[in-house]
């Protein structure tokens, strides 16, 4: 059964302040949770921005749609623009080209449970749909009264009001995202400490000498990813993590964590200060940093042994060099050694390097020991570090 609620026009910007004023109306009449409103009005308005900007405007109805399983709220905007060129590509791609028509589309769809398009030459006809709770499936022909009377009252209303409410109730719902997502990664960085403990209570019972060896080793690795874990998750925006900022706290967290009582090891950040990276990169040179220096600091300092660990940067036309060295007591045969070991530390650092497209280097300086870095800049848009203009 199918039971029309209202249609709008839209041909400008305050047409699409009206839609989604009576997508809220509707969808609070439904029943629909902020969360699901939300979603369906930030689709909704993807989708008739494109119909007024692409299209030259069109219509939005609004109608409930009841079956045996369940009761839907849709949304159907209808334009005679020229409508959605390769639209197959445009559904695919994670993030919609902001230049071309097909804008928000790919993103609306992800919105929503349920999306259906047609377009063509003669224009694009496009649906979006929420599911009705349950717990709210009154009989339709009453939910649509509801909605109906809500609009009617609401006509007399001042429409600038509606973007109050709505930009609150955004406010609202993102800040309740992000109290999940960091309770989320504060339990992750519970459960990095939880292994460890386990890992290391385990090597206490292990027999043999290269269990135990090898599960303190793992207990050590644990805990310096949860580490990582944990300062990145303290900035505020992923997609723009500063290196230097990131690299500093690292290395105030394993000096902390790694240095025993009674050594004097210090580790030193020479980082640029205008060198970003996004999350992912973030976490793969955390895992590259932890383990050069917690391996600096086990191996160049065996004892109560003091001395310096160094984090350093260069930057040409086309790379980004890291540099970690120590001046601990070294070993003639590092770079070999490193180069033939099968070690799981070794294949983490390996790992993490390709998954940036670099390369590794051991090198045998005079005192101590180093390592370089060597990560390709971006171009275009290709994935890699970039630095601030």
Known sequence: MKIPISRLRVADDQDL?????????????????????????????EIARNAVQHAGGGAVDFMLRGGEADTMLEARVYDEGPGIADVQRVMSERFADRGAKGLGVAGSRRLVQRFEIETGDNGSNITLGMRIPPGERRRIQTIAQEAADAL?????????????????????????????????????????????SLARLQARRAEGVEAKSLLESLAVRIRALGLAHEQLYQFDDLSRVNLQAFV?????????????????????????????????????????????????????????????????????????ILMVSDNG???????????????????????????????????????GAAVRITLPRARGKSRAFQAVI
């Open 17 to 45: 302040v009206r839609v989604r004023r009576h997508a809220r109306l509707i969808a609070e009449a439904a029943g629909l949770p902020i969360q699901d409103q939300t979603r369906l009005i930030t689709a909704l308005s």
């Open 152 to 196: 009617a009252e609401a006509a007399s209303e001042d429409p600038h009001e509606e973007l109050v409410r709505q930009n609150r109730a955004l406010a609202e719902s993102l800040a309740e995202k992000d109290f999940l997502i960091r309770e989320i990664h504060h339990r992750v960085k519970n459960n990095f400490q939880l292994i460890s």
């Open 248 to 320: 500093n706290q690292l290395c105030t967290s394993l000096e902390s964590a790694f240095v025993t009582p009674g050594q004097e090891v210090h580790i030193h950040c020479q980082v640029r200060d205008d060198l970003v990276l996004n999350q992912d990169e973030a976490m793969d040179v955390g895992v590259i940093l932890n383990e050069l220096v917690t391996n600096a600091i086990k191996h160049g300092f065996p004892g109560d042994r003091s001395g310096d660990v160094t984090i350093a940067s260069e930057m040409t036309d086309d790379e980004l």
């Open 329 to 367: 007591v070294g070993n003639p045969d590092f770079s070999k050694l490193a180069l033939d070991s099968e070690s799981l530390g070794m294949r983490l650092l390996n790992s993490s390097v390709r998954k940036l497209n670099g390369e590794v280097e051991f090198l045998d300086p005079e005192q």
